[in-house]
């Protein structure tokens, strides 16, 4: 099962920061955060991930908060063709490194 | 164009009939993995290459299907006796030799499969 908890839909206006809440209650001091999108259609797109410091790349910044149960990926400027799944998951500590998606959340960009 | 590719794109097959899926990974990717993913969830892991080492397989992933990656480059994903519920989005991804908590998967655009 997957160890992360994400609304099921957000709407954002485009040009505006998306803001995508994640729970993990659950983690363990090892596990990293990652954030994955999907496009209708097509494969899962890595977005970032980060272990407990807050990290940005091209794409979107990372916010853990220091207790590290919960993370905020932020897409700074929002644009149509953002609109995706967004899944947050959690790192297994197994060795395989298989990532376990939830059903994430549908973030739907408007113009 | 370097990413992952998968062959075909789209399959249609009857119930019964057996299918063949072909993933070639990044160059030089020593791992690789198979997901499926079934309408509005997202994708499940089923079967994890080390090379050409098969080192975890799902419980998902029945007597029916295997999977091989014979010279730790490409892989096969083959399904015996398809069933209607085999109809799903059949997902590669490889990465690379980083430690494994810090690497990112690649995926490709998988293989629709549709089961009549």
């Known amino acids: 099962d997957a160890k992360t908890t994400q609304p099921t839909s957000m709407d954002c206006a485009e040009g505006r920061a998306a803001n995508l809440p994640c729970n993990h209650s659950t983690i363990s001091g090892n596990e990293y955060v990652y954030w994955y999108r999907q496009i ?7 977005i970032i991930h980060g272990l407990k410091n807050n990290e940005t790349n091209e794409m979107a910044s990372l916010i853990i908060t220091e207790d590290r149960k919960s993370s905020t990926l932020i897409l700074p400027h929002a644009t149509l063709r953002d609109t995706a799944v967004y899944y947050c998951i959690v790192g297994t500590p197994s ?17 | 164009d370097t990413g ?12 019964g009939q057996n299918v063949t899926f072909r993933c070639d990974p990044i160059s030089e ?18 079967t994890y ?12 992933l029945s007597d029916r299907f295997s999977a091989e990656r014979p010279k730790g480059s490409f892989s096969t994903l083959e399904i015996q006796r398809t069933e209607q519920g085999d109809s799903a989005m059949y997902l590669c991804a490889s990465s690379s030799r980083r430690p494994v908590l810090q690497e990112t998967q690649y995926f490709g655009p998988g293989t629709r499969l549709l089961v009549l």
Do not use: C, M
């Not at chain 1, 209708?40 to 890595?46: D, L, N």
């Not at chain 2, 992952?4 to 119930?15: G, L």
């Open chain 2, 4 to 15: 992952v590719s998968q062959d075909p794109r789209h399959k249609i097959t009857k119930r």
């Open chain 2, 49 to 60: 290459f080390q090379n050409e080492a098969q080192l975890e397989k799902s419980r998902l």
């Open chain 1, 95 to 111: 060795n395989t490194g298989k990532l376990i998606f939830g059903q994430g959340t549908t973030l739907q960009v408007k113009p």
């Open chain 1, 40 to 46: 209708h259609s097509q494969g899962p797109q890595y």
């Open chain 2, 29 to 46: 990717h020593n791992r690789l993995y198979w997901y499926r993913q079934t309408l509005g969830q997202g994708p499940e892991f089923l």
